[in-house]
């Protein structure tokens, strides 16, 4: 059998190795590990927060293994250990060894190349362009490679975040530490001050981790003050008592640990007893006063009162002279009451930024604008939240502002830049949107569901930071400093026996000879310059990014409006977005038009022999069919699919909606021949059989990972054939065929039919050929019996037919039933046309492609062209299967 079964393409071209095959079980066990521990495996991607990052390891791959092909020349390549940057000669490996490898890549075993994941690889003369570059991921793993990188975002928060990200190879992390410890001497001591306790172990203060607030109204009814407590939960006990909670007692305010916050508690320093499971919010949004027991939305008492008060009630603390002095962890770090120097503090910064008013420069002043997330699916402005800083508490704008005013006075804006990276990730976690973890014991921020969700308890974090504690400035800014030491000399950990590894740093940084653009992909001029586009593109209901970046824009254009041209408006763009927005009337049609524009584009940038590489978050039957007639209407070819981290079972089982991440490879082409359906059926069936015979034999892959390599090589078939696709008189869609092609890769893994179809055609059929066709099926033997479809006597297998007598009587009584199969029908009409007994009346019932296709399939099985002549086929079998 060939290894790479039915894989031409369109013209002459040289494949690539991604599209011969790719290593999806090495990549998906990296890319797991990665999405675990970003800031170890990657630390440059976290330098700030940008949405769906797809794996590093995984653009890594899809780059190795699409800028080199057969045609690359030795003097293209130049190949360094990772360390001492030798060359891989004198350790046993050269640039022929590469392209060897390269020329070794297929389905059947594309780790060949894999060898080389870990080396540094550089290519000569190779250009990417990424038109959606979001984060940048794409474009720093292809830069790793030495190749051109281009990228475009019409997003300016994301065009900053992948600038950085690019330059950050190139700046001199010291440099960058050093200018941190002129912001720290300069306002660490003054916002720090805002974020102290009284140690309860001691005459001294401790640090402040975090200030726990809760929104309160007013009764409607009897005027009661009514605190909006869901529950009475603080946290999780910690250390030996983390199989307990700290909650908050509702007569005394004190933190107190109970077994159980779900059952009835007493709290240790008033004796008041409680159930803290029972709080004053109900589902639904409404808050219940615990006096009279009136049920109000809590929207409804916003508006009557004209806002919310909001109450501090307990404090983590962390403490440093404890720690110093021995003591155990639960003594200097844990949670305790808001006492009255608590409140007084919040009060002082309260004043402070109200007379500070050489700060208030530094804060964003605008109202929030109106759109789908903040209007329509979490109504912000239901709960108050009118202007920016409404989503900041005093003390939370006094210390950014002092913050950013610092980052300000930096002379080298490479450096400042970089400062205001972390100052905007840390962002995240500086709102009255950040909650607490009850199960982790940390902080959660703003965007953990992408959206903006008011909250009626809120955690305040210190800003400038302590040990203790999460997304403080201090904290980002190590990220941001081990990102820029990872892009000077990057580091790449795989699987070695098992085990997990990590290379010596590369002498190659990240980000030579790359550039970026803020803009819409849609106006780029560039035609046939690259070689390669690889991308994440926009889907159907993706985040609306223009949305929720803004809550970083709005702080970043405060220092970046004079700087940048993407940075002086009011907010990001919103209308050129590819994205459905419903409070924009931006539909799923719009969508569809629109990213049809953007391969339009995507078509005419790449080279004539270029190559299209993207990730794609599939969910459904349907968007497969959209993203198929998209491609083709823009004369793109798919040549290979691959799933990535995905279990992939219900696939198999039924056309539900399934959600996971795709590699697709496209390659653009005009050469598109005429085809009947059936001929092309034919095809599709045969290259789904032969995929999966390689794959099946050869690789450690799950069905549903298969069924989705499948998909890829029958949509190959398709795109040879696009708006060609006759049926009957009708030009078949894209959407048709997959449709179609959905239940070809079912039915072969899956049903009773295919099964005894497949078995059909091999030589002599035995129980073994039985086995290996169920293996990954949904098909029984059991089933297959009753059918009567095969026997087991005396331990010799047979494959029945048309003749058997029970074959007779099972196929008689699902035709009486109405519950007859294809094969039941054909197998019932063959018996009628042997008899001699008129076929006439069930074929013009029973008239359809499912009959025919069976007839065609049994006919092509067997050689026997009556199973044509009984449905009124007249032609001998080669030449109706040549028709």
Not at 145 to 160: I, K, M, S
Not at 622 to 649: M, R, V
Request: hydrophobic share 30%; charged share 30%.
């Amino acid at each position: 059998m060939s290894r790479n079964p039915r894989s031409g393409q369109s013209g002459d071209r040289t494949e690539l190795p991604i599209e011969r095959g790719f290593p999806i079980e090495r990549v998906n066990e990296i890319a797991e590990k990665e999405g675990r521990a970003k800031q170890w495996y990657r630390p440059i991607y976290t330098m700030h927060k940008w949405w769906a990052r797809r794996p590093g390891s995984l653009f890594r791959a899809i780059s190795l293994y699409s800028l080199l092909d057969d045609e690359t020349e030795e003097s293209a390549v130049s190949l360094y250990e990772p360390g001492d940057n030798q060359t891989l000669g004198a350790n046993g490996l050269d640039e022929a060894d590469l392209l060897q490898a390269v020329s070794e890549v297929d389905m059947e075993d594309p780790e060949s190349l894999w060898e080389f994941y870990p080396k540094d690889v550089r290519i000569d003369d190779k250009k990417v362009l990424d038109p959606f570059m979001g984060g940048g991921t794409s474009l720093v793993e292809a830069s790793r490679f030495g190749a051109e990188t281009v990228g475009y975002d019409l997003n300016p928060v994301a065009w900053f975040v992948t600038k950085k990200e690019l330059e950050a190879g190139q700046t001199d992390p010291e440099e960058l530490q050093e200018a941190f410890e002129e912001v720290k001497e300069d306002v660490a001591d003054e916002i720090t001050q805002y974020y102290r306790t009284p140690c309860p172990n001691g005459d001294h203060e401790a640090d402040v981790v975090y200030n726990f607030w809760v929104k309160e109204l007013d009764c409607v009814s009897c005027g009661h003050t009514v605190p909006l407590f869901k529950d009475y939960r603080v946290a999780k006990g910690r250390y030996d008592d983390d199989d307990k909670y700290n909650v908050l007692c509702p007569d005394c305010g004190a933190v107190t640990l109970v077994d159980d916050w779900q059952s009835e508690s007493t709290c240790k320093e008033c004796s008041h007893e409680w159930i803290p499971k029972n709080g004053n919010v109900s589902r639904g949004g409404y808050y219940n006063c615990p006096e009279c027991g009136q049920k109000e939305s809590i929207t409804d008492g916003h508006a009557q009162q004209e806002g919310y008060v909001s109450k501090l009630f307990a404090v983590e603390y962390y403490c440093r002279e404890c720690e110093r002095d021995g003591k155990p962890r639960s003594i200097y770090k844990g949670y305790k009451k808001a006492g009255s120097e608590d409140k007084n503090l919040a009060e002082q910064a309260r004043r402070d930024w109200e007379t500070r008013t050489d700060l208030h420069q530094y804060v964003p002043d605008e109202p929030i604008p109106e759109g789908h997330i903040p209007s329509e699916r979490n109504p912000i402005f239901d709960h108050g939240y009118e202007n920016w800083t409404d989503m900041f508490n005093s003390r939370q704008l006094l210390s950014l502002a002092l913050l950013l005013s610092s980052i300000d006075e930096i002379s080298d804006p490479n450096v400042r830049d970089f400062l205001l990276l972390a100052f905007g990730d840390s962002l995240m976690f500086q709102s009255e949107f950040s909650i607490y973890n009850l199960q982790r014991n940390n902080l959660e921020g703003i965007f953990r569901m992408n959206s903006f969700v008011p909250q009626s308890e809120y955690v305040e974090n210190n800003v400038w930071g302590t040990e203790a504690g999460r997304g403080t400035f201090s904290k980002t800014w190590q990220k941001v400093k081990r990102g820029v030491e990872y892009a000077n000399a990057p580091t790449e950990r795989y699987i070695q026996d098992g085990e997990n590894a990590e290379t010596e740093e590369f002498a190659q940084p990240v980000g030579q000879n790359s550039e970026v653009y803020q803009g819409d992909m849609r106006k780029i001029n560039a035609e046939n310059e690259y070689d390669v586009v690889i991308t994440d593109p926009p889907y159907y209901d993706n985040i609306i990014y223009s949305e929720v970046s803004d809550y970083f824009y709005v702080w970043h254009k405060i220092l970046l409006e004079d700087e940048y041209p993407g940075f002086a408006q009011e907010k990001t763009p919103r209308a050129e977005s590819i994205v459905t927005n419903p409070f924009l009337d931006k539909t799923a049609d719009d969508f569809e038009t629109e990213i049809g524009q953007a391969l339009e584009v995507v078509n005419r940038v790449l080279k004539d022999d270029g190559t299209l590489a993207f990730t794609y978050h599939h969910s459904d039957e349907e968007s497969w069919g959209e993203l198929l007639e998209s491609l083709c209407e823009n004369n793109f070819e798919i040549t290979a699919t691959y799933p990535i981290n995905s279990d992939l079972n219900k696939f198999q089982e039924a056309r539900e909606a399934v959600s996971f991440d795709i590699v697709i490879v496209a390659r653009p082409t005009e050469d598109r021949q005429p085809i009947s359906w059936n001929a092309l059926r034919r095809r599709i069936v045969r290259t789904a059989k032969e995929t999966r015979e390689v794959l099946e034999e050869n690789r450690e892959l799950k069905g549903g990972d298969i069924g989705v390599i499948e998909m890829g090589k029958c949509f190959q078939e398709y795109s040879k054939h696009h708006e060609e696709v006759r049926r009957g008189q009708d030009i078949m869609s894209a959407k048709d065929v997959v449709d179609e092609i959905y239940g070809i890769i079912q039915d072969n893994t899956r049903g009773e039919q295919a099964i005894y179809l497949d078995l059909l055609e091999e030589y002599n059929p035995g129980y073994n050929d039985l086995n290996k066709h169920l293996r990954h099926s949904d098909a029984s033997e059991d089933q297959l019996k009753e059918m009567q479809l095969v026997e087991m006597d005396g331990g010799t297998f047979s494959l029945l037919d048309w003749r058997d007598e029970g074959r007779q009587a099972y196929v008689q009584d699902k035709v009486e039933e109405g519950d007859a199969t294809p094969l039941d029908k054909a197998h019932f009409l063959r018996y009628r046309f042997e008899e001699g007994k008129s076929t006439s009346e069930y074929v013009g019932r029973w008239s359809g492609d499912d009959l025919s296709d069976v007839c065609e399939g049994l006919a092509t099985a067997t050689g026997d062209e009556t199973y044509l002549r009984m449905i009124g086929v007249d032609v001998p079998l080669d030449e109706y299967l040549d028709q």
